[in-house]
């Protein structure tokens, strides 16, 4: 946001996003837009859009044919974070009939397909048992089933946050048996009774607290073209992306971007990108 916007009351700032916003996704704009989504008048609407033309000149201009404001020649956003990324993932949220902030800004809404993923079974009790004992600071005696014993077991956790993994939520907790911090799937608690105060310092998981970059690279067995287009879809610059990952969540944001295996045993466009600092950060590539 630029300091001539921070000039402007909040209600300014938004009415100004949403004909960034509609312009640039929408293709146009009118005086209806404002009015209709921000409840303005017809005079209203017509001074927030005058306004916006007089400090940013050639942003948007009046195309006398279609009757409505088209991007200008100098169009930038001051006051819309105009995010691919962001706006699909507000149109992948609207076609699963989920809540998005500020969902009336969006005209269009294309058809969409998504994979299907099973639901998770987490319980509404379970849940808020560990928010609450994230919020109050209170220990969690729960009875768990883990992949590593056939039969539940009883313990007592101490959760301080939440992580998703892409698929699955998990409670990041230090486990007073283990003495150590630990991930455990919520959906894998069975049972859950919040317990008295426990105060535990979060700074004192370091795996939470600390990161690691992975830098990730097109897989070298790919053609000229075949690398190009993988950049483009990583976002890479000069051949390289760089993640910024919670250590605790690196073994899941390997799997989820197919690292997690031995490169060598995929072709090249099965794989298509490579983790090139796997040695340095002592990550095996069984």
């Known amino acids: 946001m630029t300091d001539e916007s921070n000039k402007l009351s909040r209600w300014q700032q938004d009415r100004r ?3 960034e916003h509609r312009v640039f996704w929408r293709g146009r704009f009118g005086l209806a837009d404002l009015m209709d989504v921000m409840g303005l008048s017809r005079a209203q609407a017509s001074k927030d859009l005058n306004s916006y033309i007089s400090d940013h000149p050639d942003h948007i201009v009046y195309d006398k044919t279609a009757k409505t404001y088209i ?4 169009f930038a ?3 819309a974070a105009l995010d691919p990324s962001e706006y699909l993932d507000d149109l992948l949220s609207i076609s699963r009939g989920g809540s998005v902030t500020a969902a009336d800004w969006i005209v269009y809404q294309p058809e969409i397909l998504a994979t299907a993923v099973p639901g998770r079974g987490i319980s509404a009790p379970t849940l808020r048992n560990v928010l609450l004992a ?3 600071r209170k220990a969690l005696e729960i009875s768990y089933q883990s992949m590593s014993s056939p039969d539940p077991t009883d313990r007592t956790i101490v959760p301080h946050a939440l992580a998703h993994d892409g698929f699955r939520w998990h409670a990041r907790a230090l486990c007073l048996r283990d003495q150590t911090f ?8 069975l049972k859950s009774s919040v317990k ?3 105060d535990i310092d979060p700074q004192a998981d370091r795996d939470w607290q600390e990161t690691i970059t992975l830098k990730i690279a097109p897989h070298p067995g790919l053609s000229d073209n075949q690398r190009k287009i993988v950049e483009l879809d990583y976002a890479m610059s000069d051949g390289l992306a760089e993640l910024q990952v919670r250590k605790c969540l690196v073994f899941y944001n390997l799997k989820r971007l197919g690292l997690d295996v031995n490169s060598e045993l ?7 990108i490579i983790l090139i600092n796997r040695e340095s950060l002592g990550i095996s590539n069984e």
């Open 17 to 19: 996003a949403l004909i």
């Open 71 to 74: 991007l200008g020649p100098k």
């Open 77 to 79: 956003a001051h006051y």
């Open 134 to 136: 994230c919020e109050q």
């Open 182 to 189: 630990k991930d455990f799937v919520i959906g894998r608690i």
């Open 196 to 198: 008295d105060a426990c």
């Open 266 to 272: 995929r072709r090249p466009n099965d794989q298509q």
